[in-house]
């Protein structure tokens, strides 16, 4: 792969689903690999990754990103951007315990607690953590974000769940560049087709990235950011 090749990511119940564009924003290739460090060695060369995932964690009940997205995308897609765990949750300290201990240090730290779905993440969002170096740049990047950004910044209708959310979200894909082949290679009849249509999407923004067009939320640098 070379470094101008876009790389997106989405975590999956069978690990992590990769879609690499071409230079000229094609559908490239698509990966499946368990753990999230196995990308870089397929992609020696890739300088970027765009994952669906929250990368940079605060203590703190919520970030401003996450606020920001779930406003913009509206109250029917806005569900989908779930609240990431405080960062003390992939501490050595705490990564093996239980939700319930989790909660009960999160109720004494910030006076709140997250549901099991949410802190059942912490273990991918720690792979991600550990692969973040000055080398490589791994940005977050929420789905359905993109796809209302192709869509006109209209949100999508349909969930990506249903026939007419995904024929929607695939035609968006199709209409920018990206059309994913019947053949996917390693991920044939291995994970769900939303993760692979998530993980296309992610890739569009990472090309955006690349060319100075991805806008992120919040604009400050100093705050967790998510793109598009």
């Known amino acids: 792969m070379t470094k101008k090749s876009f790389l997106g990511v989405d975590g999956c119940k069978e690990g992590w689903v990769g879609v690499a564009l071409n230079t000229n924003g094609r559908f490239q290739e698509s990966i499946l690999v368990d753990k999230f460090s196995e990308l870089t060695k397929y992609f020696p060369d890739v300088e970027i990754i765009g994952v669906d995932m929250p990368v940079d964690l605060v203590n703190k009940p919520s970030r401003m990103a996450d606020q920001l997205v779930r406003k913009k995308l509206g109250s029917k897609r806005g569900r989908s951007v779930f609240p990431a765990i405080p960062k003390f949750m992939i501490e050595r300290k705490w990564i093996d315990m239980k939700a319930d201990e989790l909660n009960k240090e999160s109720r004494r730290r910030l006076g709140c607690a997250f549901s099991r779905q949410t802190i059942n993440l912490k273990n991918k969002i720690l792979e991600v953590n550990q692969l973040l170096s000055p080398s490589l740049n ?49 991920v044939n009849g291995l994970v769900s087709p939303d993760d692979v249509i998530d993980a296309a999407a992610v890739a569009w923004t990472i090309k955006r990235f690349h060319a100075g067009h991805a806008i992120s939320y919040p604009d400050d640098s100093n705050s967790p950011q998510i793109w598009v």
């Open 138 to 186: 791994i940005i977050e990047v929420h789905p359905e974000l993109c796809f209302m950004k192709m869509n006109s910044d209209i949100p999508l209708e349909y969930s990506k769940k249903t026939w007419n959310g995904m024929q929607q979200r695939l035609q968006l894909l199709e209409k920018n560049g990206i059309d994913l082949p019947s053949n996917l290679g390693p």
